[in-house]
């Protein structure tokens, strides 16, 4: 496969089991996280690993976090969180270590995690290793980003849920690229995409 190849492969796979990445094959992805761009050499990025018997303990974490923002959450959404966040063969908590007062707005910092998370997730393609970024209003709890080693002003990005994918599946169709590509000559652009 050639790295064109790969990166036009990779799609979000949530159906995961054992093995997770070893600690060489993980420290060779995070590795490629390194190579994000940086404006100013912040490196915002900061990856907690929860594996093992700790799956649990922060599935039960998310569980209050969830409950302490919507005190009403759906039992079979609680469970669903419960289940997930405690039997994934890894979780990889995105962290933005975060510089308010920095002549680098926060939106550049934060935009590194970002490109750092999506060098993350071709890397475990790469490696032949599956993973998905999950979010939700969990990641604005700063109850639950302290509990992980992140207090404010650092806040959560989301989880990556990585492991070996269950079954080979056909990456999903992705749609066209002009749609969402114009050139400009002097007058704003529109995009095919935007007419749907």
Known sequence: MTPMDMLLSRASVDTLIEPAPSADQLSEVLAAAMRAPDHGKLRPWRYILIEGDARPLAAERVIASMLRLDANAPEFKLNKRRQRFSTMPLVIALGMHLRPDHKIPLWEQEMAVAAATMNVLNALHAKGFGGIWVSGDITEDPVLAAELGLPAPHKLAGFLFVGT????????????????????TGSPVSFSADKE
């Open 165 to 184: 994918p269950a079954q080979q599946c056909e990456p999903p169709r992705r749609p066209d690229p002009a749609q969402f590509t114009a050139s400009w």
